[in-house]
């Protein structure tokens, strides 16, 4: 997506923890690939948010979008840049895609 839109026009930010798979290992080699592109990125990979015992799911799915968009709109733009000296990012609206599995 990020390549079909104008620079500065998106943002790739994704949250993963606890895959019994290879989805970190995948996760890292994306962020290379979005680098030369001039994609900003905010990808964590192994992160520690787990959902807790009697936790409803709601609630846990609100606390990785929270932990997930914070970096994005903790600090005003002016003077900084992203993620790996990426461009910084203002967003005006925001997609969420979920793929969590219970």
């Known amino acids: 997506m990020g390549v079909l839109l104008p620079p500065g026009a998106s943002q790739v930010v994704i949250y993963e923890s606890h895959s019994g798979d290879r989805t970190p290992d995948w996760l890292d080699i994306l962020k290379l690939g ?9 990808i964590t990979t192994r992160g520690s948010i787990s959902r807790q015992p009697g936790q409803e799911r709601i609630a ?6 929270n932990a997930v968009i914070s ?12 993620e ?12 969420f895609v979920n793929d969590v599995y219970w």
């Open 34 to 42: 979005l680098e030369p592109l001039g994609v900003p990125y905010n």
């Open 60 to 65: 846990y799915l609100s606390q990785v979008r």
């Open 71 to 82: 970096p994005t709109f903790k600090q005003p733009c002016a003077g900084r840049s992203g």
């Open 84 to 95: 790996a000296g990426m461009p910084c990012f203002e967003p005006t609206d925001v997609l």
